[in-house]
């Protein structure tokens, strides 16, 4: 198998989701009518295992899933939720400890590398400014601005011809069964699933023979790989 290349998800892929929301908690606490007793300490084990387990089902039952659990004493909408969640990002992005120096080293050894990620234009590029990582990759897909998203094939055989590549012959890592594993795995990449959530949604969706812990991983990966 020769790779030429590694491309990303973002959102709990090289952006980490736990610390992030940790992070947002206190906020969380004072914007929404939170029930007594809801204190930034008591929500955010709550929030953690609500995003495990539904963050890839949509927003909607991760505020199911809270409301189920007693956080909230009003419960929002989902455009509430959205905006709250989508500003705080703009605001707030903790990267894994290893996001930089992985993306470094990924080029230092010769592989192109990419990024597509669903949202829009605006909260995606403030995620990356915010993790420092706006210019560490050779192409860019933010589905806000490309017009499809994925799981669609489009981004997946856009950013190969963007790199000068096969789809055969990149990796694609993501967290996400459908819109990572799935849609990369039929657009032709060889898909990497990273285990951050450590919950597969999905049982008709097979999962791939390639799976990580966190993508510092992967050089290691690359190299058995050959």
Do not use: C, N
């Given at each position: 198998m020769k790779i030429k290349g590694v491309v990303f998800d973002l959102d709990h892929t090289l952006f980490d989701r736990y610390a992030t929301l940790t992070a947002i908690a206190p906020y969380f606490c004072s914007y929404f009518d939170v029930a007594p007793g809801m204190t930034?300490?008591?929500?955010?084990?709550?929030?953690i295992e609500a995003d495990k387990n539904c963050v890839h089902l949509g927003w909607d039952a991760v505020i199911a899933y809270l409301a189920d659990r007693g956080?909230?004493?009003?419960?929002?909408?989902?455009?509430?939720?959205s905006a709250f969640l989508l500003g705080m990002f703009r605001r707030i992005s903790v990267p894994f400890d290893c996001t930089?120096?992985?993306?470094?080293?990924?080029?230092?050894?010769g592989y192109k590398t990419g990024l597509i990620t669903n949202g829009s234009g605006e909260t995606q590029r403030a995620k990356l400014r915010n993790l420092g990582i706006e210019d560490s990759f050779d192409q860019v897909v933010i589905s806000g601005e490309?017009?499809?998203h994925k799981p669609a094939?489009?981004?997946?055989?856009?950013i190969a011809r963007w790199l000068g590549a096969e789809p055969s012959e990149l990796l694609y890592v993501g967290d996400n069964p459908l819109n990572d594993v799935q849609a990369s795995r039929e657009a032709g990449f060889v898909p990497v699933w990273v285990r951050t959530t450590g919950t597969w949604v999905y049982p008709d969706?097979?999962?791939?023979?390639l799976q990580i812990d966190c993508v510092r991983e992967l050089p290691e990966l690359l190299r058995q790989l050959g």
């Open positions: 930034p300490e008591v929500l955010t084990p709550i929030w956080v909230f004493r009003t419960v929002p909408e989902l455009p509430v939720y930089q120096s992985l993306l470094d080293e990924l080029h230092e050894m490309f017009g499809v094939p489009e981004p997946f055989l856009a969706i097979r999962k791939p023979q």
